[in-house]
């Protein structure tokens, strides 16, 4: 593993049980990479085990009554998967952070909110509880919330979403982590308020240094702040590469769907294109190429025999029998 690596997941496959003794693979054997300080995008549709990924890298996945059968997952070198539940709560929350996709449901009803941030500092940190509630109130000024006083003080229902969700990367930050996860931050607020956060998750990432897993569905979240692209469809990648590549010469057909569907100002279009289908159930999921049944270009080949993620150009991996350049007629 290069040094310069912060995150390395090699061959990783996660299974849940269903029916008695059986099991059915939510991701499947996925291998990516993140380099210190970069910002790398996890798309695709829901289903396509963007959040499984999530939970796996993360240490929760068995929570959700998931098993990771098989892989690797490196942390600064380390393969985490060795390490006892001790040592995996030492890091998760620590070293490595994330940010829940819904914020009023992953915040505790419960609790304060300067409870809840200064339980985390002091569980990974030495600092004693004048020095935590002094962080904890830097730590929400620092996120733009005004009145931060008075806030620390709030439960949760006494809170707006885009202010939860404010809360919520103040407690992902707490512990100054090197690795944030960010699964669907910006879901179910308004577009101001969008904007709001993704500019605090650029100014963290640039301050800071912080590598950041971008979880999301939305191609414009994508493009504004990533460096590199991992295009997901049913438990597989079918597509990496830089950001702005991945958008000019997109290689897989499903990453041509995706951003044909995008809406574009001054297009002239009435009606958007859009991926006929749905994602396959996991339970009869098909043994060639998984986006065979919705690609328009399919043919006997793709049915047939599945593809491998392959390099395509430099930095560029696709999985398709077909290149940009070269794809059949379509079906």
């Known amino acids: 593993m290069s040094q310069n690596k912060l995150l390395e997941v090699k061959n990783l496959q996660t299974e849940f049980p269903y029916d008695k003794n059986k099991t059915v693979a939510a991701i499947h054997h996925i291998s990516f990479f993140m380099e210190e300080g970069e910002v790398l995008g996890l798309v695709g549709e829901s289903g396509c085990g963007k959040s499984v990924t999530a939970l796996s890298v993360m240490g929760l996945i068995a929570n959700s009554n998931g ?101 919520m990367i103040a407690l992902a930050m707490s512990c100054q982590p090197q690795l944030l996860i960010a699964d669907e931050p910006t879901t179910a607020l308004d577009v101001t308020i969008q904007a709001q956060i993704l500019e605090l998750l650029r100014d963290i990432q640039k301050e800071k240094n912080t590598g950041i897993l971008l979880i999301t569905h939305d191609l414009g979240v994508v493009a504004e702040m990533c460096d590199r692209v991992i295009v997901m469809y049913a438990g597989e990648i079918v597509e990496a590469a830089n950001c702005q590549e991945l958008f000019q010469t997109p290689l897989h057909p499903y990453t041509q769907g995706l951003i044909a569907s995008v809406p574009k100002l001054g297009s002239g279009r009435t009606s958007l294109p859009w991926i006929p289908g749905s994602v396959p159930d996991l339970l009869s999921m098909p043994e060639a190429c998984r986006f065979a049944p919705r690609c328009p270009y399919a043919t006997d080949k793709c049915r047939a025999e599945k593809p491998e993620l392959e390099e395509k150009a430099p930095g560029h991996q696709a999985r398709c029998w077909y290149s940009d350049a070269n794809l059949p007629a379509q079906a």
């Open 67 to 167: 098993l990771i059968t098989e892989g690797e997952i490196y942390f600064k070198g380390q393969n985490l998967l060795t390490l006892d539940k001790r040592q995996r709560r030492q890091i998760r929350g620590g070293a490595m952070s994330m940010i829940f996709q819904e914020p009023m449901s992953s915040l505790n009803p419960a609790m304060r909110i300067d409870k809840q941030i200064m339980e985390a500092i002091r569980l990974h940190t030495d600092l004693d509880k004048d020095q935590a509630r002094a962080l904890t109130r830097k730590l929400l000024v620092m996120v733009g919330i005004p009145d931060p006083d008075r806030v620390m003080k709030n439960y949760p229902h006494q809170l707006s979403g885009g202010m939860s969700q404010r809360v």
